[in-house]
């Protein structure tokens, strides 16, 4: 059905489609989680709606795959059972965080079986799929076939006893479960064999030359790191993926003799993106079939680009229909917390349904998530850094303008604006030259918007409003109302004018500040222009009472933080007790590396000596000394190449005849 009188795209117009990557819901998001996709991608749909451009932003949970029937075995839950409890968890994550989203969904929907399996069947007829026979764990007592973290056992490289198939997570050796170390089956703890079944492919090898064709042609929006990660992947060569597994839960694979199989979860991922949309309106092509009138935005952490920079545009390019394909990616590194990793286990590093209950306001967690972005690099964070960015770029910056100004005219004027002309002219001042100064930042940061570089982004709102701080420096106080009420009253129109157009430029950033705002200036919020005209709010127009728009964070309530979540004691010394064993572990195997390379030097050196002796026992003339001679030096230059001579060789060698010297 869809919801009535949706966002669709305009004959014409800069048609912008936004998704972030669809959080997997076998977990609460970390913060990390928070900036990398959702947050990111809200910034730009925001700022792209107040650039009124024509602009949908779609997201949703992903819930089919290995890790949500493992995590609803553990839970004793049905898959569906956990997909609704942790859907319903991450949407309340993303709502207090003011993530605007046009619609979040999720995969396990009728619309994602329709459109993933008209997917397949267009690929299946153009010849872009094959079918191959693999080993697999089996168990006989359920009589299923099983996934990699459905097999459990010993780790064959730490000898931790409870490794899954796919991965140890003591040691964090990548793992394949036939590798494993009496290996059990999850469910039951029988003992799997290995038993051949069959597959389908994606062969992307066949796609490759259209895929490069297709990067070429799009990637100079992109990040650098995607575009990075994605030449990686094509100059090693694609291969046929794997879109089928022996699964219960997911999408049912449509062929004959696979009825048993559903797809892979990370073939079907990314097509949950035009069915999501397909959940919001029924007119869902109009953006995801119509590639001449919109542009595709997404935005996702770096370890999912190849998904959406290969394995998804392939498959739109192998069903050759005319979809809307990726036109800017925009991927971040990670995020992490206090020099180390999120660990919920562990209780280190705050998660989304933490934030809320510390009591600060989603736009200050917003504002230092964004202008700490890890855009391309890794980036921390740090308790000390975020109570700097509030105190002494929120706070003293941004609100001290806001609030100064509004609270001045209630204070003063009764909370009107004063009669003020554009063209007044002042000795100690050149309004003119502000003006033109706040427009040369405006073009900046749309600039910047523009390209998708939300850091810098954040940075750009603060120089204006510093902008505001520099006009009412020695210009408004009540001498000045005084002794200079013209040039007062202008420095008010300006000032006041300019908070509206910081309710604009900071709303993708912090919508709830932007809203309290446009409370205080008793407006609505406006569209970002192009170029600043400080004449929107004008005389006679009557303010509501001014607000703080942000409060200070005291040292004793870091130490608070910090402790809450840092860990317990206990996990503290079990991360550092994991931390030493892991150096522990890298010394060992290079004190292993060196004592074999020695062996093998020695072996060489042994090897030399042979070679030396069996020299001295052939000589037997003069004549041919000479020649011996020759011979044996050479055997001393190999064995010294070879790593360097045992005391042994010295001692046999120690009294031969000098290299060419006759005896």
């Given amino acids: 059905m869809g919801v009535e009188n949706p966002i669709l795209p305009q004959k014409g117009k800069n048609n912008i489609l936004v998704t972030s990557a669809l959080p997997y819901v076998n977990n609460v998001p970390h913060l990390g989680n928070v900036v990398g996709s959702v947050l990111s991608a809200d910034v730009y749909a925001r700022f792209s709606k107040l650039r009124d451009r024509p602009t949908l932003y779609i997201c949703g949970t992903d819930e089919y795959g290995t890790a949500t029937e493992t995590k609803a075995l553990e839970t004793g839950q049905t898959p569906k059972e956990l997909c609704d409890e942790f859907h319903a968890k991450h949407k309340a994550v993303y709502d207090w965080f003011e993530i605007g989203f046009d619609h979040f969904g999720r995969t396990s929907t009728p619309k994602q079986t329709e459109i993933v399996q008209d997917i397949f069947w267009k690929l299946h007829s153009n010849g872009f799929l094959e079918e191959r026979t693999t080993k697999q764990p089996y168990c006989e007592k359920h009589e299923a076939f099983l996934a990699d973290r459905f097999v459990e056992g010993t780790c064959p490289k730490c000898q931790y006893d409870d490794a899954r198939g796919d991965q140890c997570d003591k040691c964090g050796s990548l793992l394949d479960p036939f590798e494993l170390i009496n290996p059990r089956c999850k469910v039951d703890n029988a003992t799997p064999v290995p038993r051949d079944t069959k597959h389908l492919f994606l062969s992307l090898d066949k796609l490759q030359p259209e895929v490069e064709a297709w990067f070429e042609k799009t990637h100079e929006k992109w990040s650098t790191n995607g575009v990075a990660i994605t030449k990686a992947w094509l100059k090693r060569g694609l291969e046929g993926r794997s879109i089928t597994r022996d699964l219960k839960w997911g999408v049912p694979v449509p062929l004959d003799g696979f009825e048993n199989k559903v797809f892979y979860v990370w073939f079907d991922a990314c097509i949950g993106y035009p069915s999501i949309t397909a959940s919001y ?171 998708v570089h939300l850091r810098e982004g954040a940075r750009k709102v603060l120089e204006i409003s510093s902008e505001g701080n520099n006009l009412l420096q020695y210009r408004l106080d009540n001498t000045c109302l005084t002794e200079q009420p013209q040039r007062t009253y202008l420095v008010i129109g300006l000032a006041l004018n300019l908070c509206k157009l910081l309710a604009s430029i900071c709303s993708p950033y912090m919508p709830s500040t932007a809203v309290s705002i446009c409370e205080q200036l008793n407006t609505t ?68 590396k060196k004592a074999k390379k020695a062996a093998k030097a020695a072996e060489a050196a042994k090897a030399a000596v042979n070679k030396v002796s069996e020299a001295v026992a052939g000589q037997k003339v003069v004549s041919e000394g000479a020649d011996a001679t020759a011979s044996e030096g050479k055997a001393v230059d190999e064995a010294s190449a070879a790593g360097g001579m045992s005391t042994a060789s010295a001692e046999v060698t120690k009294d031969l005849p000098i290299r060419g010297k006759p005896q």
Avoid: C
């Avoid at 840092?566 to 572990?585: H, I, L, Y």
């Fill in 281 to 451: 309106t029924d007119d869902w092509e109009k953006w995801w079939k119509n590639p001449e009138e919109v542009k595709l935005y997404q935005f996702l952490g770096k370890d999912n680009t190849q998904f959406h920079s290969i394995i998804f545009p392939a498959s739109q390019i192998g069903t050759r229909q005319g979809w809307t394909m990726l036109h800017r990616l925009s991927t971040t590194e990670y995020l992490n917390y206090e020099n180390g990793k999120f660990s919920k286990s562990r209780g280190i590093g705050v998660f989304g349904n933490q934030a809320e209950e510390i009591g600060i306001s989603p736009s200050v967690w917003r504002y230092y998530l964004l202008s700490n972005r890890p855009e391309t690099s890794d980036t921390q964070f740090e308790w000390n850094a975020f109570a700097q960015a509030n105190n002494n770029e929120l706070l003293a910056n941004f609100g001290n303008f806001v609030n100064r100004v509004v609270k001045f005219v209630n204070a003063k004027l009764d909370g009107v604006i004063p009669e003020y002309s554009l063209e007044h002219k002042d000795e100690t001042f050149d309004f003119s030259a502000w003006i033109a100064n706040v427009n040369k930042l405006l073009g900046e940061y749309n600039d910047i918007m523009e390209g």
């Fill in 525 to 592: 919020l406006g569209s970002i222009p192009d170029t600043w005209t400080p004449n929107t709010l004008k005389p006679g127009h009557k303010l509501n009472k001014a607000a703080y728009l942000f409060s200070r964070i005291e040292d004793k309530k870091l130490a608070e933080w910090k402790e809450q979540f840092g860990g317990s004691a206990e996990s503290r010394a079990a991360e550092a007790a994991a931390k030493k064993k892991k150096q522990e572990d890298k010394e060992r195997e290079k004190e292993r």
